[in-house]
């Protein structure tokens, strides 16, 4: 494997970066992922619950109580709700606001790296296509050097050490599709997960008259 890599070019090693970003990225939005849908804790429902019952107070103290947003191991339902009993909320049409901007802000954080893991998985095709055409043209202007008294070996191995970066390519580039494709499943899941929340809150929330 040693001996095909250096026989790839100067290309080969642009290729492996793209391979080794891509890889850190899917296993690290995984990690990531598994913490924002985890269980829901800190009396989840006990807050939604609070808030129908008209007690604001009380379930912002209870959201206060040791959990910090931005705490990246609390689940994203949960940090959206401690942002939101956090926020100074006194009527409908600021909740809403808030919710969908809480909403967005989440699905940025949990997106974080996904443009540059497609990017990794386009770029490595193409870093593999041009590391053949400069191996084809590197054969081809050692054939004319030599007048054109070039045998088939000479030519055939030239060849395929120049399809080598495009082997390569390909063999990065298509896991790096595959993962992003997968995350971007986890992603839809996680927004439907919060929006949940966002309804749950609206439904739960009193209504001005009523809160204490």
């Known amino acids: 494997m040693l001996t095909l890599f ?22 690290q939005r995984l990690l990531v992922f598994r913490a924002a849908r985890g269980n829901k804790g800190f009396g989840h429902h006990r807050l939604l619950r609070l808030l129908a019952e008209n007690k604001v107070s009380e379930a912002r103290t209870l959201a206060a109580q040791g959990q910090n947003p931005k705490s990246p191991g609390l689940p994203a339902p949960d940090r959206l709700l401690v942002t939101i009993l956090a926020s100074e909320i006194r009527d409908r ?12 802000r989440e699905m940025a954080r949990l997106a974080s790296g ?10 490595a095709p193409m870093l593999g296509l041009l590391g053949t055409v400069t191996g ?23 060849i395929w050490e120049a399809m080598l970066t495009t082997a390569f390519g390909l063999i990065v580039a298509i896991p790096l599709i595959l993962f ?3 995350l971007q499943g986890r992603l839809r899941a996680l927004r439907t997960d919060l929006e949940e929340t966002a309804v749950a809150v609206l439904r739960a929330w009193p209504a001005p008259k009523n809160r204490g």
């Open 93 to 104: 049409e600021t909740l809403e606001v808030v919710l969908s901007t809480g909403v967005e």
């Open 136 to 158: 084809m043209i590197r054969a081809f202007a050692a054939i004319e050097e030599r007048g054109g008294r070039v045998n088939a070996a000479v030519l055939a191995g030239g």
């Open 114 to 123: 996904f443009n540059t893991l497609a990017l990794m998985g386009n770029i």
């Open 6 to 27: 250096a026989k790839g070019g100067f290309l080969m090693g642009p290729i492996l970066f793209c391979s080794l970003t891509g890889w850190f990225i899917y296993f």
């Open 180 to 182: 992003h494709n997968h």
